[in-house]
């Protein structure tokens, strides 16, 4: 062939596969750069990062460049020229777009925070301690984000407050201090309707603002949502700064808006960063959330993440990265009970934040959805199912399911209804909603007796009543069957979750621009609402923690993270331990990690277990990532080390989870024993003191062996180390046992969660 035919076809050829390339659909993708291999032609990174995007798409837009977060870039790709970029000299990692989902007052006293002593250390001109709070924005309006009393915005600052609608730059105050909105790759996705969604920081939901206001709200006195709960509201750490980042929207919290969102929050200085997000649980280098969690945590940043609401089934928690702390969800005490009455006199309790008119005094003819219905979900009341005519003037008794537990009232009440009941099909966990006709909750075995009732009597009849707000709830804290659970399902030798915080039914600020409940059924508005999740443990932590790093500003976010578990309470104060609401038995550090938060204690701990930049890389390689991979962390500055052997038992953490391999036999039985070693530091934050270590453990099976057994601390900040080792004979596949590590000295009690399981 004539060399010019072969440029010819080349010609031809190229432009045939851009042409192709062009046709495809486009993804955002996430595009990691090696920063150390930069060509010396680029006097910047951001030419370079261009450059390499514009050689395989002449036509892609950058959407954001990182760089604290990782050094890189977020581009609208096809799936080809994402390969042909991954292939190219200096590229990291390229990794698509994965769109993460939101996890959706008494709190203060119950956690010892209403003390004189603590309320004096925060009475001053405000805290210079800055909470970044990654969600959907706030509503400047909120009472809670007053900033009467404070003083100047601290020097460190450096973030700004941006304008939008409904949100102007004096919508920030010298308590929030800054906002900003990150829409690029969602409004690509989805073209953002402008009716519906503001180009601001502003809140559209009321899931930022409740976040936000839960870790950091001012006091607000006379709070209440429609009368309930009513009294003081206040976040945990009250005098803390609030900067909001935008990143969550109807449609949800995209990759690349979160990763911009983090990289801001680390550049404008926050201390502390809550996230109240979860995505599909992945590895550690491609899940966005624990990537940039180690980024912020290299900066001295605590970041604190929801553990899930996919609980009680095991094996079901997200954000369970080291770096970070991962908060499951407890009950408070304090309820609000509503309760039905049978026609047969039975009085049945349930929980309901019902506001409306009450039912009439008389009793009201009751019926079950399932028995009038021939959908397979007409138990459940979704839309439709209910045929009009069948239950009018009558209570419905619906089960859980399918929809939302509100939206299954509006269904009852288009068909005629006038109350409904609405039966757990499994456990007797119960969260009350603002339902939209009377309505009480109740659990399963409570379902049960109603449907047994309804099928046994000719006439069944009910009434419904509300009984306000119940304080002092005994037992509490419950964890709450929602919660996720472990154990670690991407590294079992973690122990997550971390704790559990105040998760159910809390009261914080909301937006005017949402009902509180989302149906755009619901006309009413409030300033507070009343919500439960792990995303309102995770703000909870999120404020402990800006209290922590206040008192303690040396402290790193591991020392602050050691204090939050190391006297964390896992019994009640008659030595029961903490109880499961989703089988009302005793939970296990796979339910509530190392306990209950308790910020008092953790105020003075005594001794904590700290962790570097160093340990968490040194934890990474012990997972056997490639040298690539590693470089992601570093900036390229360096790889693990060849010849050494890195352990994930030997990462410092409060905590100790140990799987054990099941041995050949009948049952899992053999006479051959398993021995793990873990090693530890403390380092002392208190004053001189010897401690000696104590073992609790509810198991045979496992010999534990503490060397040293007593640490002596002449000094603050001196350090010690101690190894534990296991002597494990085989169990059943399956088996599960629990202990705890203490180490006593004067008035300190350190106590570490120890978890077995044989798989």
């Known amino acids: ?99 993460y989902k939101l996890q959706t007052t008494r709190s203060p006293k119950f956690l010892g925070l209403e003390r004189n002593d603590m309320m004096l250390s925060w009475s001053g001109s405000g805290s210079d301690v800055i909470i970044g709070v990654v969600d959907t924005g706030v509503w400047p309006g909120s009472k809670s984000l007053d900033d009467t009393g404070f003083g100047p915005v601290p020097h460190s600052w450096k973030g700004k407050c941006q304008s939008g609608p409904g949100f102007n730059v004096t919508s920030c105050n010298k308590k929030l201090i800054g906002a900003r909105y990150f829409p690029k790759s969602y409004d690509i996705y989805g073209s953002i309707d402008e009716n519906l969604e503001s180009m601001s920081p502003l809140d559209d939901d009321g899931h930022g603002t409740h976040t936000a206001t839960t870790a950091a709200g001012s006091v607000v ?20 700064r609030l900067a909001v980042y935008k990143a969550c929207w109807t449609g949800g919290c995209f990759s690349s808006d979160i990763l911009a969102a983090m990289e801001k929050a680390i ?35 605590f970041v604190s993440c929801s553990a899930g609401n996919d609980g009680p089934e095991p094996l079901t928690l997200t954000n369970v990265a080291p770096w970070m702390a991962t908060v499951g969800a407890g009950t408070l005490d304090r309820d609000f009970p509503a309760y039905v009455t049978l026609g047969n006199g039975k009085r049945l309790s349930g929980v309901s934040l019902y506001t409306g008119k009450p039912l009439p005094g008389s009793m009201i003819p009751l019926v079950f959805a399932g028995n009038l219905s021939n959908m397979t979900t007409g138990h459940q009341c979704v839309p439709g199912s209910l045929p009009r005519g069948h239950v009018t003037g009558k209570i419905v008794m619906c089960e859980r399911g399918q929809t939302s537990r509100v939206e299954k009232g509006l269904v009852v009440k288009a068909a005629g209804g006038v109350g409904m009941i609405l039966a757990n099909i499994v456990g007797e966990d119960l969260m009350a909603d603002p339902h939209l006709i009377p309505s009480a909750a109740v659990g399963q075995k409570a379902g049960d007796e109603i449907k047994q009732y309804i099928v046994s009597d000719h006439n069944p009849t009910a009434t419904i009543t509300s009984g306000g707000t119940q304080l002092n709830v005994q037992p509490a804290p419950v964890v709450a069957g929602f919660s996720s659970r472990g154990p670690n399902p991407l590294t079992p030798e973690i122990l997550k979750p971390d704790f559990i915080a105040p998760g159910v039914d809390i009261l914080a600020g909301w937006t005017n621009k949402e009902s509180p409940t989302g149906l755009t059924e619901d006309p009413r508005r409030t300033e507070f609402n009343i919500v439960s999740g792990t995303s309102m443990s995770c703000p909870h932590v999120s404020g402990l923690a800006a209290l922590l790093k206040e008192a303690h500003p040396e402290w790193s976010p591991a020392a602050i993270k050691s204090a939050l578990m190391t006297t964390a309470y896992s019994t009640y104060k008659n030595g029961e331990g903490l109880q499961d609401a989703a089988t009302g038995m ?128 002449t000094e603050k900040n001196k350090k010690k180390v101690y190894t534990v080792t296991f002597t494990a004979s085989s169990m059943e596949s399956g088996t599960n046992s629990f202990g705890r590590l203490v180490w006593s000295g004067g008035k300190y009690v350190v106590s570490s969660p120890i978890a077995f399981s044989w798989v």
Not at 221 to 240: D, E
């Open 1 to 99: 062939m004539k060399p010019r035919n072969a440029v010819l076809l080349m010609a031809i050829v190229v432009v045939f596969c851009y042409r192709y390339v062009a046709a495809q659909p486009h993804k955002t993708y996430i595009v990691h750069m090696d920063k150390s291999v930069k060509p010396l032609v680029f006097p910047k990174h951001l030419e370079w990062y261009e450059t390499s995007m514009r050689s395989v798409s002449k036509s892609a837009h950058m959407l954001y460049a990182y760089d604290k977060v990782m050094h890189g870039f977020s581009a609208r790709l096809t799936v080809e020229e994402a390969g042909l970029l991954k292939k190219q000299h200096g590229i990291i990692s390229v990794q698509e777009e994965v769109i």
């Open 221 to 240: 006195t006379g709070a209440s949502f429609f009368g309930f709960a009513k009294g003081k509201a206040r976040g945990m750490a009250p005098r803390a």
């Open 267 to 301: 550049t404008d200085g926050v201390h502390v960063l809550s996230l109240s997000i979860v995505g599909t649980l992945t590895d550690y280098p491609n899940d966005i959330i624990a990537y940039a969690a180690f980024k912020a945590a290299s900066h001295g940043i």
């Open 586 to 713: 005793p939970s296990t550090p796979f339910d509530h990690g190392a306990g209950h938060v308790d910020p008092v204690s953790a105020l003075d701990p005594g001794l904590v277990y700290d962790a570097s930049f160093d340990d968490y890389l040194s934890f990474l390689c012990a997972l056997n990532y490639t040298s690539r991979t590693i470089k992601m962390y570093t900036g390229g500055r360096s790889t693990c080390k060849a010849g050494k052997k890195y352990r994930v038992e030997d990462l410092n953490y409060p905590s100790f989870s140990v799987p054990l391999m099941t041995a050949s036999g009948e049952g899992g039985g053999s006479s051959v024993a398993t021995t793990v070693k873990y090693t530890r530091s403390l380092t002392n934050v208190g004053p001189p003191e010897t401690y000696k270590v104590s073992i609790l453990s509810n198991t045979k099976a496992v010999k534990i062996k503490v060397e040293p057994e007593e640490l002596t601390f």
